[in-house]
């Protein structure tokens, strides 16, 4: 693809982009979108739902891959895909489908600097584990789109460093230090932020309204609307794992100045919060631990 400025790109011209390089940025297979259509139908049978995302090999095998691991804590290993959907239920097979999709629409993109990508994935799977674990820690009362979620968020980082590699670092240097919204300065340079990106990539895939939500508001919670709780929640998380990459540890990370906790607290989430500096580190750490156990990062 020829090199394109992307500081001469307008919002219009974005979503061109997008919808020009779609074999490239395609989100979700055939399969995928025929097992989402599915689930749709009241009384779907388990059965030709499993036999549906049995055609994708690599869903399939990405599905089963999620369902055993410790995020999801089976009590024995699940060995086929009639066995995951029976055990998690239909809801949480979507949230496993779109988590599988995720997982290769990154392995698609070609950076030219394998790194950024791979420094990417690691952000996004330690704040869905990490998200995972405040969700369970602080009974915030969701079944599995946590996790999703905390894949999704920085989808539009993706999709910037995959169109301009060449000025992806100019204005993203991958210190994950985010203590001040980046939004501002992307908007300079690019004439969009990396949430605005994902919000126009979304519409475009028709994701769920909730997903979209987190890509475009989770640096700014306050602003989601009806999803702000599960929004707080990534947030928070997101913070949490800037802390990790930034360090190389969960040690001396200070919960009192996580900017987004109390935006959660608002959300009517456990009193617990209240306690949340006490648990942070252990949380950090456990997530951690998750994803070097399924052999994620």
Known sequence: MPTISASK????HYKELIQKNMPKLQMLP???MEALELVKVPECPVVEFASIVERDVTLASSMLRIANSPVYSPKREISTLREAVMRLGFRECKNLIMS???????????FEEEWIRDLLWRHSLYTAAIAHHLNQRFHCGFHGE??????????G?????????KEFLSVDPLNFDERE????????????????FAEIFAEIN?????????????????????????VSLIAVADDMANHFQREGDAENYDGLNNPFVEGL???????????????????ISEASDDMHSMNAI
């Open 181 to 196: 919204n980046p939004e501002p300065i992307e908007t300079e340079k690019h004439g969009i932020s990396h949430t605005q």
């Open 157 to 165: 980082r993706f999709l910037f460093a995959s169109l301009f590699p």
């Open 265 to 283: 607290r608002e959300c009517k989430a456990s009193q617990e919060l209240s306690r949340f500096d006490e648990f942070a580190e252990s949380l």
């Open 9 to 12: 790109l307008g919002t219009e």
């Open 30 to 32: 055939t399969v995928a």
């Open 100 to 110: 599988s999709c995720v997982s290769t629409l990154t392995k698609k993109l070609s």
């Open 146 to 155: 946590e996790f999703t979620a905390g894949l999704l968020h920085d989808l």
């Open 206 to 230: 028709n994701l769920p309204d909730e997903l979209t939500a987190v890509m475009k508001w989770h640096h700014q919670p306050q602003n989601a609307g009806q999803y702000k709780k599960l």
